[in-house]
Every structure is written in C-alpha cells, then in structure tokens.
C-alpha cells in the first residue's frame, strides 16, 4: 500500500470504523477481497474528509505509527502495514521544567500493549554518543492492580529505541501485559515516570539529568489484532517437568514429582505479536496446576519459535484456571501457527 493508502487507512482507524472479526464476521479476507476492501475504505475515507472539512470539524494529528514498529519489530512490510492500520492515535503530553513526554499511540491486543512514547529534551541535556545510555529512575504504570482489583497479575518493561526521531527527540515504549480474563481493551491505566537518568556501563553509579515526575492517565482504546481460537482438547493430560517450572516458585511446588493435570477446556487468543493460552484444568490428585515457564509456537514449516513468559493461576481444591502468554520479538503470521507445546504437551490449532 502507497503512504497516501496507509494514511488513509489509519484515518479511518482513529475516527472509529471497525474492522474486527466479532463486528463484521469476516474471519479472513483474501488477497483480492482485501484490495477490495482497501478502495472501499479509501473512498470512504474520502467522503468522511469532504464531510469534516464541511463541518468545520478541526483536523486529526495522524501519527505514522511504523515509524516505531518498524525500529522495534522488524519484520516484514506487509506485516508491519497490517499493525500500522489498526493503532491508537492519541496525543497525551506531560511537560515538566522544559522536558516533555508526550503519548503518539498505542498498538496491542488482547493482553500486550504497546504505549509509544516521544520525550523531548532541552538542546545540550544528553552528549553526543550518550543516547544509549538514557535511563529513568522509573517508568510503568501505577495502582495497576488497585484500579484493576480481581487482577491476577501485570507486567510492565519499557525500552528506549535506537533511533532518534527528530534532533533532541527521543522514542521508547511501555509494554503492559496482562493473565487476567479480562484483555486490556477499555481499561484505563497511569503511566508514571520519576527522573531521567544516564547509566554508565563503565561505572555502577548513574548520572540524573532532569529530577522530576511525570504522569499520565489515558484508556486503552486501541484495535485488537488478537483472534479466538477454541482448541478441541477436552481430556488432554499435560504435565509440566521440574526444568520447566519457575524458579521462584515456593519450593512445597516446585520440588513436587509430578505435576500433572487434565484440560476441560482451553482458549487460545492469537495475534502478530503475542499468544495468550487460558486453561480450565482439574487435577487427579487434588493439588493446583502451574504453567510451564516455557512456551513455544510451531509454524506450517515445522519451524519452533520459544521464549519465557508470563504466567497466572488461580484454584483450589485440584480444579482452577491457568494462564500464561509470550510475546514474538519479530511479529508472526497468526495463520501459519499451527501448534502451541505447553509442558510436555502439542496443543493443535488446525
């Protein structure tokens, strides 16, 4: 797609059309119906545009969003044009003794957010060939589980981009993920920064550049990318062996001989960048299951993709619901998985 078409395409993104499965029916298009499909938004887009202007409606900051997926994720282009049509443009900004942080939109889905975010400093604050080493004190999202109660369990990380956007202009991320039944679409989160800072491979001390508090509060209304799938495993026995447990988990489980359990049922929600695999379980001996530290997707090629990730569960009583999820480095295409191996077991998704 040309940069006018993408342009479009996000358009009609921020003003609300929706282009989910659950709205419209269509699981999959293929290639011809999608440049069908593509035209019609175009055309769309440009009656939306002739009635704005009409209307004295003020114009939308369209941000290009592949700018920071691309420096991130990597990947292929045509994937990468899939992610950029379905962000949250937002423009929330925190400004504090010349220094400003400001939120250019959010890509996710089900229970991985991305939060991109710009953060501009005074000329000279940072040396040349220091960028590497910007830092913050803190940066995550706060009162998370107080805002959320019910919450089985979040994750936050952030990481600054190699690439500067614009002279003095620096880009990172804020990654939230969530075990929780519940995805994070709609929720409301506070993002909260405290001093930036330049570590100092070199030397265990750091330098602070600018003292200071940042925050901002904001809702998670971007697209979801995920798709539901409802494998048919009923009856399945997985065991999870001493190597794959965590390490911190209390030793009365981790040490246990055998950790074994039998599926009710299981859903699985996939997307380019994450999998998400929810298990209702019931255990022969009364005890609560775990997840396995470890989950690995396999492609139509036979190709193996692991990684750790996170995990929550909740029981009692030998019956309970177990969660866990990774994120892909590199985004995938959901349709060329064809298995997931959870423990010791290959959950088909075909």
């Known amino acids: 797609m040309n940069e006018k078409g993408k342009y479009v395409f996000r358009m009609i993104g921020n003003i609300g059309a929706d282009l989910t499965e659950e709205a419209t029916g269509v699981k999959k298009l293929k290639n011809k119906q999608k440049r069908i499909f593509k035209i019609i938004c175009i055309s769309a887009a440009a009656l ?15 941000y ?11 990947g292929e282009v045509e994937m990468l044009d899939d992610m950029t049509a379905v962000p949250q443009n937002v423009r929330y900004e925190s400004t504090n003794d010349e220094v ?45 589980n107080y805002l959320w109660f019910g919450m089985w369990g979040y994750s936050s990380t952030y990481q600054m981009l ?7 202009v620096y880009s990172f991320f804020v990654r939230l993920n969530t ?17 930036i800072t330049l570590e100092h491979d070199f030397d265990p001390g750091y330098k602070i550049l600018s003292v200071g508090e940042w925050g901002m509060s904001f809702s998670l209304n971007y697209r979801d990318m995920s798709e539901i799938i409802d494998p048919d495993i009923a009856g399945m026995m997985i065991t999870v062996p001493p190597e794959e447990r965590f390490n911190d988990l209390p030793d009365y489980i981790k040490n246990r001989s055998t950790i074994e359990y039998m599926v009710k049922d299981c859903k699985v929600s996939l997307s380019p960048i994450s999998v998400t695999i929810s298990i209702n379980y019931e255990s022969s001996d009364g005890k609560d299951a775990i997840s396995p530290k470890k989950i690995s997707i396999v492609l139509d090629d036979s190709t193996v993709i692991s990684d750790f990730g996170g995990a929550g569960s909740r029981g009692k009583a030998g019956k309970g ?22 423990g010791n077991a290959t959950i088909p998704l075909k």
Not at 64 to 74: M, S, T
Not at 117 to 123: A, C, K, R, V
Not at 180 to 193: A, C, F, P, Q, S
Request: proline letters at 3%; glycine letters at 8%.
């Open 64 to 74: 290009d969003i592949g700018f920071y997926l691309k420096q991130y994720f990597g």
């Open 162 to 168: 190699e690439t500067k956007k614009a002279e003095n």
């Open 179 to 195: 075990h929780d039944k519940r995805t994070l679409i709609g929720r409301r989160v506070n993002l909260e920064i405290k001093n």
């Open 321 to 342: 619901v177990i969660s866990a999820s990774i994120s892909f480095k590199e985004p995938i295409d959901p349709d060329q998985v064809k298995a997931i191996i959870f």
């Open 100 to 144: 400003k942080f400001e939120v250019v939109g959010i890509t996710g889905d089900a229970y991985y957010a991305y939060v991109w975010i710009d953060m501009t400093l005074p000329e000279g604050m940072v040396d040349a060939g220091s960028d590497h080493l910007l830092n913050f004190d803190r940066c995550g999202f706060k009162d998370v």
């Open 48 to 62: 939306i545009s002739t009635f704005l202007l009409v209307a004295g409606v003020a114009a939308v900051t369209i």
